[in-house]
């Protein structure tokens, strides 16, 4: 059982491990590097790209080498991220942490702060990502200021993201002409269940004080997305939906699978790839809703929260 993602989270460690080793003598002490993505939540395979950014302090004395940086990067992972998307950019610690919801709170940022939390990890400088990951949470829990409430500001932002991720697919595979079917794929299974782990977690703050709130997400966060998952609901009720996962996973590492995927023609739902894991798709999202209702009571206040 789940030996697609077994032989993913050895693939990713083995490879985090190497980037931080590289990156350790390039980067100022700073600066971080951080990862998400793929590589982030252990489920990467050769063919996996990597998504980063390099986020600096805004009176940094040394700036950091953005060439050299993603120079390292390349050696040690071959594909690189999408152009002119969030990632492999430099970013400033304090746009992390302002205009949370704001006029000025962009896509990009938006996506930046919910993967920084929701399966954001370290490539340099582990203790300036924990250090901002804390300060983010913080910002956000500190909104909620009764005990026995779910941090409503946190859950709200990340329906947000979920829903603006929903939005974002639809244009790039219209107007922006990227690849949709596989696209498509990803937000049914690795996008869903970020953003699903992401309702529980804030779920489990109920009747807890402010700080317990924030260690209790800090603790969640710390994990990959699929063992957050088990941690919060438990391995028994996670067997039927991670089949389904590892099902998704294991087609993603074949690489014929994944070109075939890519070359999918607009609406060719015919794709005999394509309908295989679309089809696992509404299973797995079936199974979801079995998991969060057997988790959370009815009366629980989420499945009030993510209504109105």
């Not at 709200?156 to 939005?167: A, C, E, G, S």
């Amino acid at each position: 059982m789940n030996q697609a993602y077994h032989r993913s989270k050895q693939y990713s460690e083995s490879k985090l491990g190497q980037l931080r080793q590289t990156l350790q003598s390039c980067v100022p002490a700073n600066v971080a590097v951080l990862t998400f993505g793929s590589y982030a939540r252990r489920e990467a395979s050769e063919q996996s790209d990597i998504d980063y950014i390099v986020v600096n302090d805004e009176i940094a004395a040394e700036e950091p080498q953005m060439e050299i940086i993603e120079q390292r990067i390349a050696s040690i992972v071959k594909t690189e991220p999408s152009s002119g998307g969030a990632f492999a950019e430099k970013v400033a610690r304090a746009d992390m942490l302002r205009n949370l919801g704001g006029q000025n709170d962009t896509n990009h940022t938006l996506t930046r702060r919910l993967l920084l939390l929701l399966e954001g990890e370290w490539l340099a400088n582990e203790s300036s990502f924990r250090s901002l990951r804390r300060e983010l949470l913080e910002r956000y829990v500190s909104a909620t200021k009764r005990d026995h409430q779910i941090a409503l500001f946190m859950l709200n932002d990340i329906i947000r993201y979920w829903r603006t991720m929903t939005v974002d697919y639809m244009y790039k595979t219209t107007e922006d002409t990227k690849p949709w079917a596989i696209r498509n794929i990803k937000l049914i299974f690795s996008r869903k269940l970020m953003y699903t782990s992401g309702l529980f977690s804030v779920a489990m703050t109920i009747d807890r004080s402010e700080m317990a709130k924030v260690d209790l997400l800090e603790r969640l966060f710390d994990l990959p997305v699929i063992d957050r998952m088990i941690e919060i609901c438990g391995e028994s009720r996670m067997i039927r939906a991670l089949e389904s996962y590892d099902l998704f996973l294991s087609r993603l590492e074949d690489a014929k699978v994944r070109s075939e995927l890519k070359a999918v023609e607009p609406e060719n739902h015919g794709n005999a790839s394509f309908r295989e894991l679309k089809n696992e798709g509404h299973r797995f999202t079936r199974e979801l809703l079995c998991v969060y209702e057997s988790t959370f009571h009815k009366t629980h206040p989420i499945h009030r929260a993510v209504l109105f």
